[in-house]
């Protein structure tokens, strides 16, 4: 079983999550007002816009540039942005059929409007979807840090768990948490040690492969999940980790940080909930025995 697919939300940042809710917000609100000015053409009698009656209709809205153009970009499913395309031209090809019946003085049949609303449905939920998750992965992110909270961590670890169970692959804990952390906040200032907290982050990514996941779990704790991974593979990555933590050089002031660690197996056995445990219980013993250290929890 490969790893857990890595999406181009995923690299997105918090601010472009935003921006990409809002350019979604703005996509739907385009695309209602296209259907109230042929609700206004359809009940008022109102001339159409010539571009509605032609066979390419779909790409001379607003909705339908932004899709040929932007959209792209934004719905990281190619299927999906595929299919929501088709929707879209579908909907336009639907009310070409409405206007021309409503241009001959025709009477709009009750089924032929049914399945236009349908398709429009359809079309429309496509897009409210994209823009759930856009909102959920930017719900599920440290404002500071940029990386995934405690909110979904156990759903993920479960997810991770079932692999395990199934014997499709290994999977690693590791918990680690930064050593004397309180005394850079007193000394330094909690600027200071927002600063000490985002370098750290990014020092742990660069040691993650890109399925591999990392998630705030405290002030200054952090869980990493490593599929595919054994508990002493896991140790030597975190090993690694430790070093290159503790060589961070920090503008503010010449200071050393260094973080204990933990790692345990997420075992198929037990709950996630307790592997989590003896992840934290190892980097306990990890502070015990000095701090600035690896205690794997076989």
Request: net charge negative; with cysteine; proline share 3%.
């Amino acid at each position: 079983m490969s790893p857990k697919r890595v999406t181009a939300l995923d690299a997105l940042t918090n601010h472009e999550l935003q921006l990409g809710i809002l350019e979604l917000d703005h996509a739907i609100y385009l695309h209602d007002q296209w259907f109230r000015n042929l609700l206004k053409v359809l009940i008022a009698h109102v001339p159409a816009e010539r571009a509605d009656l032609c066979v390419d209709a779909h790409l001379h809205c607003s909705f339908g540039r932004w899709l040929a153009g932007d959209a792209a970009r934004l719905l990281d499913d190619r299927d999906e942005y595929v299919a929501l395309q088709k929707a879209h031209e579908v909907v336009h090809s639907e009310a070409r059929k409405l206007l021309q019946l409503s241009a001959d003085g025709l009477v709009i049949p009750p089924a032929e409007w049914d399945f236009f609303e349908r398709c429009r449905e359809t079309m429309r939920l496509s897009v409210l979807n994209a823009r759930d998750r856009f909102a959920e992965v930017a719900s599920n992110r440290d404002p500071l840090t940029e990386i995934q909270t405690r909110r979904g961590l156990l759903t993920e670890l479960r997810k991770q768990q079932a692999l395990v169970e199934r014997g499709r692959q290994a999977c690693a804990l590791a918990l680690l948490d930064l050593d004397h952390f309180k005394k850079v906040n007193d000394t330094y200032g909690h600027v200071a040690g927002d600063v000490v907290l985002v370098d750290v982050v990014q020092c742990v990514k660069a040691h993650l492969r890109p399925y591999d996941r990392i998630y705030r779990y405290g002030g200054e704790e952090f869980i990493v999940c490593m599929p595919d991974t054994t508990v002493e593979q896991a140790g030597e990555i975190m090993d690694r980790l430790r070093l290159s933590i503790a060589r961070l050089d920090f503008e503010f002031a010449d200071i050393q940080v260094t973080a204990s660690f933990g790692v345990a197996a997420l075992a198929g056995s037990m709950p996630v909930e307790d592997a989590i445990g003896r992840a934290d219980r190892a980097m306990y013993e990890a502070k015990a025995a000095g701090r600035n250290r690896v205690v794997l929890q076989r």
